[in-house]
Each structure stands twice: as structure tokens, then as C-alpha cells.
């Protein structure tokens, strides 16, 4: 394997594909609630350095590409009794971050009433109709009969777009006549995943061509990492609205999750309506009251751009991170993404409102919680969206037919913080840690441990019986993970508050005062 210091650091030893002079964008911006972050682009495309930031609204975020969220898509998706072509197309939705609001079948036993009760409380923007092959034809029909039943008089129109076979899809042409449709390729094979995709983020775009959706932002730097690093990589990203799983190949192939709008700003309440106010609750170390927690969630919804002032405060988002994060792993699963893929990066930036977190410890504890990496993992984070600004850029050459990720690969490591490594641990009996940095130190680890190590630089890391792999260590080492996957928390708050506590000082993330 390629040693991950020279590649993640940027001392590259191959020879780099000549660039143009010229740098592509002069400025650019990064749209974040209700603010936005404005950049100056200098030096050229070999380099391209971003200056201090300036907090701009989103409105003034002229001069350049806005990285911004997009129009919220809400999509109602009918489908016939094909699971694997609804896996599918339920895959590149959240790959495409549209919300999906609801999910008829022609198998599910309902009536035309409430059939079209269900379409027409959705409100849905797109309805995306996965016609199948001829035998499930009619079945389909049925269900369109009531989503033009229930939403031809709703304003504006929902947009339609068929997937399936031509013969099945010619079949619907008359039902749904009086609404604007479009036909997309089986999203069972590539072509037609990335045709929905990318037919759903224009939507989302809307009339403004100028806007980088945040996930494309995301992909394009994911692929920039792993090209630079030659080791598959991952971004984590939990901004306000929205949570984003990223794992990019060497070879420039994606993995995607962007759910939306699961955050821990405007969206926060979103994640405790989903996850449950208890689920949140058990990533905090102390005990809370319900009510109080209750109080404080929803005024980070009506404030998303407050700054935490206070440890409870700080708590939450850290708690809500965990959740939003765990969520995401769930839906990705549910269409056919193991969590596994996401896992088993060896490099992990974090970017977003998780990246912001005021002590880099909590940012690695997130990582180590909610992502639970099985691989040896050197994990780093953005500083104020810069990562997520060069994004847009390579978004911007992608899209022009350039390769972005050539662009930003050198100018990346300026504006990222190297936090540590992560070694995951499957203890046994006698389980041996053995790290190489100049010397050799070896340690028996036991079942449950969570501890740091002192490191700094390029390390070697082995587990007897268990991983091996090189990583970075940052100002907070390495960071020794035993207790087990996925991780278990004690329903009791007598057992589980001073386990959360420890894992707390163990790498130091919130004062002794809290």
C-alpha cells in the first residue's frame, strides 16, 4: 500500500499532470444558514490558496459560485413490487439529497382513497415512478391514476419523472399527460443511477445554474483526497440542514449518502423527531432533564447560527452530530450501502458544523462514536468550509470537463487541521499494541479500553490478531478504540453517564467545570 504520509501531506513522488496558469475561479463562496464564508482565490491553478474568510450573506455572495444547499426537493416515489428496482432508485435519491416523503407500492393494500389521501398530504415536488417491467404495468397505473387524482389541482404542478421499461412507461403516458414528465434510464444500472442523480440535482439547482450543491462539493473533495492519498477516503459532514457521507476510491469511484434535512443547526429538531429525545440525550455526560434538553433543541432550530456559550449547549451538538451520523449509516444501508464502506476509509475529514466543534478532541470524538472506523484511520477536519470552498471549485472544473481533483489536491492541505489516528481494537485474552514510530512501543490493550497516545508524524500501527495500517498523528495521537462494535451504551443513566464521562476525558473534549 502506498505510504499514507507521503500522500496525505502532500510530498508527492509522482509526477503531477501539467495544470493551466490560470487559476479557475477567483472567488468563491459557502453558503451556511443564514451567512455565507466569501473567499479570494489567489496564486494559480497549480496552487490556488484561499485568504481569510468574510462573513457575507448569501445574497452578497456575488463574484463568483455560491456552495449552497440548493431548493429542498420533497419526492413521493410509487413503485411496483420490484425491491431491487426500488432499492435503487431510493439510492440515487439520497445520493441526489432530495427528501423522500413517501413510498407507495401497487402490492401494499390500499384503496384509491387512500391512496390519493397519502399523495395529496405529501406535497411532494417530484414524483418519481419506477414503471418496471410490463407485468407490473398495471399495478403502476393504478397508482398514477390516484397521484393525478389527488395532485392535479396542487400548485405548482409536482414534476414527474418514469423510470422502467419503454412499453411500461408508454403505458403511463396518458395518465399522466397533464403533468410535466420526463423518462430516466433504469437506475439498476450505472448510467441510469447517475442520470437520476444528476436529474434531480438540476432540479434542485433550480434556475440558477451558477449554484455547486454542497454535495457535489463534497464528492469532487473526497475524490481529491483519495487521488492525492492513493487510499480509499471518506468526508463526514454534518452542516445545519443537512448530513453527508462521502467514500471515495483512488480510482475516482463514489459512494454517496446526503440526507436532507437531518443537521445540527435549523435542523436540529429533525433529528430529535427521528431519533427520539432519548437517543439524543445518551451522548451527553451528565445527566439532563427532558424538558431542558427539549428547550435547547429547538432554539438551536430558531437560532442555527448561535454559537454554543455554554457546555450543555456544546453537548447537544456534539449529541446531535452522533445521531445525525448514526441516521445516515441507517438509510444508507437500507438502500444497499453497508456502514462497512464508510468504515473502513483510511483517511477521514470531517467538514461542516462538526469541523467547528471548539476543541479538536470533540471533533475526533464524534468520528470515533458515530463513524466507529474499523480500518487504521487518520482523521483530520476542515477550518471554516475552506475544504468544502476547494470542493466547489473542482466541482466547477469537473463540470467544465477538467479534473478538479487534480486542481485542488496541493492547495488541500492548508486548510485542513490533522487531528490524530484512530486504531480500532477487537481485544481478547491477550491482545498486543505494537506502534512504530522511531522506536517500537508496544502495550497489552484490555476489552473496553479508550486511552490516547502520545505521536506525532507518520506512525506504524499493528494489533495482534487485528488491523494493521499507517496513519498521520496529529496534536492528539492516536487515539486506542476496544470497545467494540457497534458500539453499546447502558440504558441506565446510573451506568451510562460515567461511561459517556470517560470517554469525554479520555481525549479531553469539555472541562472538568462542565
Known sequence: MKPLISAFVGAASRTPAPLPTDPPVRRISVAHEARARRWTVAGDAGRMDLGEAAIVTPGEADGGPLVAAGQRLRVALMAGPDRQLEQAARRGLLAAAAETVLVLRSDEELSFGERASALREAKADVALVLAGDGKHADGVVLLCEA??????????????????????????????????????????????????????????????????????????????????????????????????????????????????????????????????????????????????????????????????????????????????????????????????????????????????????????????????????????RDRDDALVALGGIAARIAAADGDGSVAIARSAEAHRALLGVIVPVVAGRRTTLRVTLGATYTEQIARGAFFTLAASGAVQVSVSGGVSGRGIAGPLGILVDARGTPLALPPRDAERVPAVARWFAAVDAMSAAA
Do not use: K
Open 147 to 380: 397521484f393525478r387524482y389527488a395532485c392535479a389541482e396542487q400548485h405548482p404542478r409536482p414534476r414527474v419523472v418514469v423510470s422502467g421499461e419503454p412499453r411500461a412507461a408508454l403505458r403511463l403516458h396518458h395518465v399522466l399527460s397533464h403533468f410535466a414528465t420526463e423518462i430516466v434510464s433504469d437506475p439498476r444500472r450505472d448510467d441510469g443511477l447517475a442520470a437520476l442523480v444528476g436529474h434531480v440535482r438540476q432540479l434542485r439547482r433550480g434556475a440558477d445554474a451558477s449554484i455547486v450543491l454542497r454535495d457535489e462539493a463534497l464528492e469532487s473533495l473526497a475524490r481529491a483526497i483519495a487521488r492525492d492519498a492513493g487510499v480509499p477516503a471518506a468526508v463526514i459532514d454534518v452542516s445545519g440542514s443537512s448530513t453527508s457521507l462521502v467514500r471515495a476510491e483512488p480510482a475516482g469511484a463514489i459512494v454517496a449518502a446526503h440526507l436532507v434535512p437531518l443537521g445540527s443547526g435549523r435542523a436540529a429538531d429533525r433529528v430529535v423527531a427521528r431519533a427520539g429525545l432519548d437517543r439524543v440525550r445518551r451522548w451527553i455526560p451528565w445527566a439532563v432533564d427532558a424538558p431542558s434538553l427539549l428547550e435547547r433543541v429547538f432554539n438551536r432550530a430558531r437560532w442555527p447560527d448561535a454559537v454554543p456559550a455554554e457546555p450543555l449547549a456544546l453537548a447537544l451538538e456534539i449529541a446531535l452530530s452522533h445521531e445525525a451520523i448514526a441516521h445516515a449509516l441507517a438509510d444508507a444501508a437500507a438502500t444497499g450501502i453497508p456502514a462497512m464502506r464508510f468504515r473502513s476509509a483510511s483517511v477521514i475529514v470531517l467538514t461542516g458544523r462538526v469541523a467547528e466543534l471548539p476543541r479538536a478532541s470533540q471533533t475526533l470524538l464524534v468520528a470515533a462514536n458515530a463513524l466507529q472506523p474499523t480500518e487504521v484511520t487518520t482523521v483530520a
